[in-house]
C-alpha cells in the first residue's frame, strides 16, 4: 500500500509517498481502504518536531473513512466507516491508504453522507461533544461561548450546542467569518480584534459554559462567566501560557477543566453522523486535495487563512 510518511522534521518539503506494507489485521480490528483524510494543526507540530512522535518513519493523519475490505467483528465488507482514532490504528494514521482498525474505534457512515463530510467531521466534532457535554455539562437553556467559531472545533460545536437548545456566542477576526458563524446558528459573534470580549458577554448576561481554544483568553473566559461557570480548556491557539487574576476567579467560583485528548464515546460519534446525514450538522470543508498535494495542505493550514478542514482524497 501507499503511505504519506516522514523519516526527519522539518517542513512539508519532508513529507514523501512511500510503499509500505499492508497491515495485519489482529483479532479485533477491521481492515479499511481509505477514501478520505483531512490535516489537523496537530499534523504539522508532529511534522516540524514541537510534537516529538514515538519513532521514523511516522504516518499522520487523526482520522479516516473509508471501505471495509473484509467482513470482520460486525462489519461487513463495502460498508463505509469513519474513525476520529486513526493514530491508534495499525498502518499509520489518515495519510495511509489502508488501515487495521479496531472494530471498537469504528463508526458507520451513514447513507447521504460523504466521506468528506464524515472525516471533516471526524476529531473535530468528536472533541466538541465532548467538550459540550460529557465535561462541559451543557443543558438546554444554557449560555455558551466558544472560542475561535472559525476552527475545525468552533464551527461544528456551535452547530452541536445550536441543536442542544443552548445560546451560543463565538469570537471571529473579522466580519466576512461573523456572518459565516452565523449561519451556522451563533446567537451573537464577538469580533475578538475589535472588541473586549467579556464585557459584551457581561452585557448580554454572562455563560454558564466557555469552551476555551485559545488559552491565552483564559482570563476573559472567566471574566466572561457567571457565578459558577466553568471552562473546559481543549486547545492552545493563542500559545501555552496565560496570566489569571485568582480573585476574580474565586470570587466568581469558575471552574477551569482541561479537557486532555479529548473525544466523544463512539456511540456519540455514530450520533454526530446521524446529525449529519439529518442535516441537523454541517461541516465545513475549506479545501479537497489529492493525497498527492498534502505538503500544499500543509502550507495552506499554516497560513492561517482557512475557515473549515482540508480534506485529503486517496486514489
Known amino acids: ?16 509517498m ?21 490535516i489537523n494543526r496537530l499534523d504539522l507540530f508532529q511534522r516540524d518536531g514541537s510534537r516529538p512522535v514515538g519513532s521514523f518513519p511516522f504516518t ?7 471501505v471495509v475490505i473484509n467482513d470482520a467483528n460486525g462489519f461487513r465488507a463495502g460498508e463505509r466507516v469513519m474513525t476520529a482514532r486513526a493514530l491508534e490504528a495499525k498502518g499509520g494514521g489518515g495519510y495511509a491508504s489502508k488501515l487495521a482498525v479496531p472494530a471498537a474505534h469504528l463508526s458507520r457512515i451513514p ?14 466534532a468528536s472533541t466538541a461533544w465532548g467538550s459540550l457535554f460529557d465535561l462541559g455539562h451543557l443543558q438546554a437553556g444554557q449560555r455558551v461561548l466558544i472560542w475561535a467559531g472559525s476552527s475545525g472545533v468552533g464551527t461544528i460545536a456551535i452547530q452541536i450546542a445550536k ?29 475578538s480584534k475589535q472588541e473586549d470580549v467579556s464585557k459584551v458577554l457581561q452585557e448580554h448576561g ?35 501560557k496565560a496570566t489569571i487574576d485568582t480573585q476574580v476567579q474565586r470570587i466568581k467560583r469558575v471552574t477551569v477543566v482541561g479537557g486532555g485528548a479529548l473525544r466523544a464515546a463512539p456511540a456519540d460519534e455514530q450520533r454526530i453522523l446521524n446529525l449529519i446525514a439529518e442535516k441537523a450538522l454541517t461541516p465545513i470543508i475549506a479545501q479537497v486535495l489529492p493525497i498527492t498535494q498534502v505538503a500544499e495542505g ?18
Not at 500500500?1 to 514523501?16: I, N, R, S, T
Not at 497491515?23 to 478520505?36: M, N, R, T
Not at 499522520?60 to 473509508?66: D, F, K, Q, S, W
Request: net charge negative.
Open 18 to 38: 512511500q510503499e509500505v506494507p499492508d497491515p495485519i489485521p489482529a483479532a479485533e480490528d477491521v481492515l479499511i481502504a481509505v477514501k478520505a483524510a483531512t
Open 206 to 240: 454572562g455563560v454558564h459554559l466557555v469552551i476555551e481554544l485559545v488559552s491565552s483568553t483564559l482570563q476573559t473566559s472567566i471574566e466572561a462567566c457567571m457565578n459558577d461557570g466553568r471552562i473546559i480548556l481543549i486547545g492552545n491557539l493563542g500559545g501555552q
Open 298 to 315: 500543509h502550507r495552506i493550514l499554516a497560513s492561517g487563512e482557512l475557515q473549515g478542514k482540508i480534506v485529503l482524497l486517496h486514489e
Open 1 to 16: 500500500m501507499k503511505a504519506v510518511q516522514f523519516a526527519q522534521y522539518g517542513g512539508p518539503e519532508v513529507l514523501q
Open 60 to 66: 499522520p493523519g487523526l482520522e479516516a473513512a473509508g
Open 111 to 124: 447513507e447521504g453522507v460523504s466521506f468528506e463530510e464524515a472525516v471533516a467531521a471526524g476529531l473535530a
Open 163 to 191: 441543536h442542544a437548545g443552548a445560546w451560543v456566542a463565538t469570537t471571529a477576526s473579522s466580519e466576512e467569518r461573523a456572518n459565516t458563524l452565523r449561519k451556522l446558528g451563533a446567537d451573537l459573534v464577538v469580533n
